[in-house]
């Protein structure tokens, strides 16, 4: 009883033996999942792939030609709309239409004025204090704003105490603010920069904020789980998760830099785009005024491009992310 029988000679059972098992298992090696030798391939692979999603699902994988013929094609679209309502308005103190403005423009880039508005800075001068007052006035507002925001989101109890002056500061008409502004900080180029400042940092501060108080539980659990100390947790964990809000607010937060600057100069100065801007609308001189307008517009579209281009280097991970599931 217990015993096994012997396997007969006629059996059709085949008998198998331990070397046949040994050999057999070498022929067929065990493959590990979790093998590290199998991941450099596989994060290779994967990053092909996201480099093939962009490049050709993407606008960003558009040819140059074909991103210049989608350009032409808008301003077409745009110049078209703009003769239509300039020639529906019928009154070129109004609108002027598309050629006198572009004849108006030419002479300023080569900084000839009309001779009523003789005296007033030239635009090459002009722009040039523009692009300073926004520089200085938007990058303040940064190194105020992302710490700022940082803390307030980080920490329940300096929000409470920020949370409230930001929120009342931002709410408030600045533009009705800036004649008082002006003249109580001696309505030099500093009021200027004050003003620009005061209209891109709460901007700055809000989309911090916001970055850092609803980033990833997972993220501060692996923070946790390592017990990483305070600094570098803020540095290691929360800046690198918030930086996408971050930058958001840095490219609103210039584009409100760029409309302060002008506000700060139509409205009080004399100097710089805005005040050569309304210099030409009290001359009636509409061509001009309009001309100046897209010398502004420019002007924010090539300042625009840097937080842009940062943006782009920083998430392109995202950008693959967000193509991989088809959005």
């Known amino acids: 009883m217990g015993t096994v029988p012997p396997e007969q000679p006629g059996s059709d059972q085949p008998s198998v033996s331990s070397a046949t098992l040994e050999n057999e298992e070498e022929a067929e090696p065990r493959i590990d999942s979790h093998d590290s030798r199998v991941k450099p391939e596989d994060e290779r692979l994967q990053s092909q792939k996201d480099d093939a999603l962009l490049e050709t699902v993407d606008f960003r994988g558009f040819s140059i030609w074909a991103r210049i013929g989608i350009f032409l094609a808008s301003f077409t679209v745009f110049l078209v709309l703009w003769q239509v309502i300039a020639s529906l308005s019928n009154n070129s103190l109004i609108v002027s239409t598309p050629l006198p403005v572009f004849q108006a423009l030419v002479k300023l880039l080569g900084n000839k004025i009309p001779p009523a508005a003789t005296g007033i800075q030239l635009p090459d001068a002009a722009a040039a204090q523009t692009l300073e007052i926004i520089l200085i006035g938007f990058g303040l507002g940064a190194v105020v704003g992302v710490p700022v ?54 901007t700055i501060i809000v989309n911090t904020q916001n970055g850092v108080k609803y980033m990833s ?111």
């Open 149 to 202: 925001g940082i803390v307030a989101g980080r920490w329940s109890f300096a929000e409470s105490i920020i949370d409230p002056w930001v929120s009342a500061t931002y709410s408030i008409p600045i533009v009705a603010l800036i004649p008082v502004l002006y003249y109580a900080l001696g309505g030099s180029l500093f009021a200027d920069v004050f003003i620009t400042f005061l209209l891109s940092v709460f």
């Open 217 to 327: 539980s997972s993220l501060a659990e692996v923070g946790k789980s390592f017990r990483a100390s305070e600094f570098q947790f803020l540095s290691k964990v929360v800046l690198p998760a918030s930086l996408p809000d971050i930058v958001t607010g840095l490219r609103i937060g210039i584009g409100r830099a760029i409309l302060g600057a002008i506000l700060a100069e139509a409205l009080l100065s004399e100097n710089g785009l805005g005040g050569i801007m309304m210099t030409f609308q009290a001359l009636y001189d509409t061509p001009y005024m309009m001309a100046t307008v897209i010398i502004i517009a420019v002007l924010g579209i090539v300042v625009l491009q840097v937080p842009k281009a940062l943006e782009n280097h920083l998430f392109r991970w995202k950008e693959s992310e967000r193509l991989s599931r088809g959005l």
